[in-house]
Every structure is written in structure tokens, then in C-alpha cells.
Nanobody, 126 residues
Framework: QVQLTESGGGLVQAGDSLRLSCAIS????????MGWFRQAPGKEREFVGA????????WFADSVAGRFSISRDNAGNTGYLQMNKLHPEDAAVYYC???????????????????WGQGTQVTVSS
């Protein structure tokens, strides 16, 4: 059974950085593209960014492009979302997700992902 577990959320100030982790168990990480989504109170869950199984393919939402990055440690079965220059509007519950797709494909919508973590809260004070 594939399980994803996020960690690293917390309270930071605007302009700070934070790194979220997503550990996969029950399977090997290199078999999946990895994505990150977030959901703020009263809003729908939205796409943040994703990387293909091949780490040279990535895609980010316009709202975070240039500030956020994703990396993956396939040997360690862990992925990371590095968030820099955080804004108060980045505050949300962040979810990692895994999709079993081809090596170059970057899934960007929820229904493409078959596995989800439980979410981790990120709070950004102004």
C-alpha cells in the first residue's frame, strides 16, 4: 500500500523560507511523478507545482514560479517543496501527491494523482 507523509509545515513570517518533505512508503519513489497542491480556508485546492519522474521536467503555478522549487531524492524515497520569499497568501494546507505516469509527463490536475498525503499546515504572518 502506497502512503505519502508530509512534514515540515509551520508558522513563518512573510519573506521567510520553508521546506516541506514528502516521504513515500510502500513503493519506490522513482516510479511516480510528484506534485504539490494547497488549500486555503474557504478556497478550492489548487495546483502548486510538480516534477516528472525525470527530475529535469517541472511545472509551477504562476503564483509561485521563481519562489518555489521541487526536488526529489529517489534513493531516499522523499520529495521536497522548497518555498522561498513566502507571502501571507501562501498560507494553506499543503498536500503532496504521487502519479504513476510516463517518465516525462508532468501531471497538473488532481485527478491525475492516485496517491495523496494527509497535508501539512503552512502559516505565514505578515
Amino acid at each position: 500500500q502506497v502512503q505519502l507523509t508530509e512534514s515540515g509545515g509551520g508558522l513563518v513570517q512573510a519573506g521567510d523560507s520553508l521546506r516541506l518533505s514528502c516521504a513515500i512508503s510502500g513503493s519506490t519513489f522513482y516510479s511516480y511523478a510528484m506534485g504539490w497542491f494547497r488549500q486555503a480556508p474557504g478556497k478550492e485546492r489548487e495546483f502548486v507545482g510538480a516534477v516528472s519522474r525525470r527530475t529535469d521536467g517541472e511545472w509551477f503555478a504562476d503564483s509561485v514560479a521563481g519562489r518555489f522549487s521541487i526536488s526529489r531524492d529517489n534513493a531516499g524515497n522523499t520529495g521536497y517543496l522548497q518555498m522561498n520569499k513566502l507571502h501571507p497568501e501562501d498560507a494553506a494546507v499543503y498536500y503532496c501527491a504521487a502519479a504513476r505516469v510516463g517518465p516525462w509527463y508532468i501531471p497538473r490536475v488532481e485527478h491525475e494523482y492516485g496517491y495523496w498525503g494527509q497535508g501539512t499546515q503552512v502559516t505565514v504572518s505578515s
